[in-house]
């Protein structure tokens, strides 16, 4: 998983199929017990938020409660807090 992921990193493109793919590969990663996995998913669904924030948002408003706390951290880190601090307690 962690090579596919850095596949579409090194081959980065912000159109709409690569942020398809970034969070299908995201998905998968959810369960995954690697911290460095969390790292790096999260910094891929914050990617996608830059461009694409609706995008980034809509993924976490369905996944965000199952992530994994550093995951979560690294997706969110851009928030205002006020929206931070909503992810983080759960009341998104």
Not at 12 to 30: A, H
Not at 61 to 84: C, D, G, N, W
Request: overall charge positive; charged content about 30%.
């Amino acid at each position: 998983m962690a090579k596919a992921m850095y596949s579409s990193v090194s081959g980065y493109r912000c159109s709409e199929s690569w942020s398809k793919n970034i969070l299908k590969i995201s998905k998968m990663l959810l369960y995954d017990r690697q911290d460095l996995i969390h790292k790096a998913t999260g910094w891929m669904l914050r990617e996608i938020g830059k461009r694409h924030l609706q995008t980034e948002e809509s993924f976490l408003k369905v996944h965000y409660k199952k992530m994994p706390r550093t995951m979560l951290r690294y997706a969110i880190e851009k928030f205002l807090e006020q929206k931070r601090q909503r992810y983080l307690k759960g009341r998104i």
